[in-house]
């Protein structure tokens, strides 16, 4: 189980990477494993400024779909496209090609909430 330890992450599976007020979002290892193959993403809050936990997009998978909620107060920028076309690669690279939105945070004190890489991975039971 991939877990990197310089992520933050949440209870529901999203993982965060921070470059300064602008984060990168996508789901982790575990929960692309759990979903199985991922068929499709939508985002479809693209220029919208959303507060925490609130439903940010969809995944698709064989089997089911699910929610995915925003770790962070913000606004959406940025939609990975390249997943309109290859939703696997969230299977194959969840945290580097199968990013999958970008998105300016209202308060990076908001960030100091999420958890750690060890927090994830007793949450998980790894």
Known sequence: MNVPDELKYTKDHEWVSAKGDILTIG???????????????????????????????????????????????????EFNDSLEDEPEKVNDDPYGAGWMIKLKCSNLADLEELMSADDYKALIGV
């Open 27 to 77: 789901i982790t290892d575990f929960a692309q494993g759990e979903l199985g193959d991922i068929v499709y993403v939508e985002v479809d809050t693209l220029d919208e400024i959303l507060e925490a936990e609130e439903v940010f997009g969809t995944v698709e998978a064989v089997k089911t779909v699910s929610d995915l909620f925003l770790p962070v107060a913000g606004e959406i920028i």
